[in-house]
């Protein structure tokens, strides 16, 4: 009987050193792995290539005067040359920023502006002067823009007046803000005739008074005044 279990004793210390032995070959062929690949990404990271970036553009420092009102070319093609590890950022700066061109005063609303005008400004938008620019495509980008006007129109009242129960207005709300001036590109106030109210309704109102009334607004048009007064009896 004690042979038998210092058989099995002696098994079971043989089965343990075997798993250790497993465990640290499996521990050391992961780390030699690891090192592999962290050595290749080093090395890969740190060649030279050609790759293209493709950034979604804009227009900025746009005279006062005038309005962008459209962008054909809305997204350059950017070739370029540099270290992996300075193209990898740039790329995933591609994938979030937007490259910020400035205006052209230069040209004319029909002439398209060279894309190597920008060479300059989008070189040093690689923040890393190991990144070259070789090319830029398209090599025109064309930029819609017009001359910003000021057009007085009347006013018109789409807001909802609430009452209180059992009062009732003597007559119509007289608006004593009867227009507003539109301040924007001139394509777009040429087809507009009126302004208006906020769709809303007001707080319930129980007496005459003078109230104000927020005026519709839109991304693309300064509104002047940004609210109107009416008068409700």
Partial sequence: MRRIISRLLQLLVAGEEDGHIRERKTVTVSLSLGLAIALWVLVTLNQS????????????????SLEVTGLETETLNLTTEGLGVDLFMAYLRSRNDTLELPFRPQYEQDDPIPSSSYYNDIQKSFRSPNIKLSRITPDQIFVDFDIK?????????TTEIGLKRAYQLEAPPRKLTDSVKLYGAASRLN????????????????????????????????????QAIIFVL
């Fill in 149 to 157: 006007i000021f057009k007085k129109v009347p006013l018109k009242l």
């Fill in 191 to 226: 087809d507009i005739d009126e302004w208006r109210t906020l769709d809303a309704i007001t707080a319930p109102l129980d007496r005459p008074q003078t109230i104000s009334l927020d005026v519709d607004t839109a991304s693309d048009i300064e509104v002047i005044p940004a």
């Fill in 49 to 64: 290539y050609e790759y293209n970036l493709y950034f979604p553009i804009k227009i900025v420092q746009v005279p006062d």
